[in-house]
């Protein structure tokens, strides 16, 4: 099928394709010289847009935070090509001793580090990884503000916000005349449905905000691979996704995808993902991949159209009990 146009990321100029190459897996299940190559293949592939955070991957152990940054940075700095992508990190998360957070001085500190791990001289969406609520609204938006006058960064966003708090930061934002949130990271996938849909994407709508969705197959759950306890060995993450996903409703959602996968000669991972791009309010979801043959299965969704009916069918599935 033909390629899908671009779209474009918030209120800027700036082209992005329809799927983002998540940069969690770097430096966690995926080692340096295998991201090299995702990366590159990525780009081969017109998966230009590349979201990471400065925490990824600190939960490993022997790790510090800054893996996936440095990976990234590395990659960049050798195949010259930061001129070829597009680049998101997060910032709020805890990464350094002290507090985490969205101060001022928080944020000024952890950009800092971004770009020397990231080795490049700005970032072209920089996230609030969460709503600090013990932080005024509107001095983690003037810091912010000040980054993207700086030049250190062109345009932020928002990760993981309530429809309530996103809100009011709009509305901080345009009484002050401060750089406003022009993306929303939230989480959204077929199974996971509750938190962004209702008050939130309502918000995103109204403001028109570019939605860059995270955990778009659930883990890993939404790839059909795991349908009984024993499938948990299949990767480090199986226990948690078999005790979260697999129940009654999880098992009739992958039964869907299969069905309708088999019409399309596709994969359950792929229908997945066409029904997050079909959904209006949806920009582009974030996916990851560990190897070249996954990425290529992944990069394929893009030109994979769903009928109205196959849409609806998920749909209904996706709500029951």
Not at 18 to 33: P, Q
Not at 61 to 78: D, F, M, Q, V
Not at 295 to 300: G, R, S, V
């Amino acid at each position: 099928m033909e390629q899908r146009k671009m779209r474009l990321l918030g209120n800027s100029n700036i082209e992005i394709p329809y799927l983002i190459l998540g940069g969690n897996v770097f430096g966690w299940t995926v080692d340096e010289r295998t991201s090299f190559s995702l990366l590159d293949a990525a780009l081969e592939r017109g998966l230009f847009f590349i979201d990471t955070a400065d925490i990824y991957s600190r939960w490993v152990p022997g790790n510090n935070g800054g893996e996936s940054e440095t990976i990234i940075g590395k990659w960049l700095k050798k195949s010259g090509k930061r001129d070829s992508v597009i680049l998101a990190t997060k910032v709020g998360m805890s990464f350094f001793s002290e507090t985490s957070g969205l101060t001022p001085t928080y944020v000024r500190k952890a950009i800092e580090g971004s770009l020397r791990r990231l080795q490049t001289d700005r970032i072209d969406l920089y996230q609030a990884h969460f709503d600090d609520q013990e932080t005024s609204l509107i001095e983690t938006l003037q810091i912010f503000d000040k980054l993207i006058k700086e030049g250190k960064v062109r345009i932020i966003g928002a990760s993981n916000y309530s429809a309530n708090r996103l809100q009011e930061a709009l509305n901080i934002s345009k009484k002050e005349n401060l750089a406003r949130y022009e993306t929303l990271q939230p989480e959204y996938n077929i199974y996971v449905r509750e938190k962004y849909e209702g008050d939130l994407e309502s918000v995103a709508v109204k403001n028109k905000l570019t939605v860059i969705n995270y955990y778009s197959l659930a883990s890993g759950f939404l790839t059909g691979k795991y349908k009984k306890p024993e499938d948990a060995k299949k990767s480090k993450r199986g226990q948690e996704i078999i005790n979260k996903y697999l129940n009654r409703r999880g098992q009739l959602i992958i039964e869907t995808l299969e069905k309708i996968a088999n019409l399309h000669l596709a994969s359950v991972a792929q229908v997945a993902l066409a029904w997050l791009i079909s959904k209006s309010s949806i920009t582009a979801p974030i996916v990851s991949a560990t190897s070249l043959i996954q990425l290529d299965e992944l990069a394929k969704s893009i030109t994979l159209n769903l009928s109205n009916h196959e849409i609806q069918a998920i749909d209904t599935i996706s709500k029951s009990i």
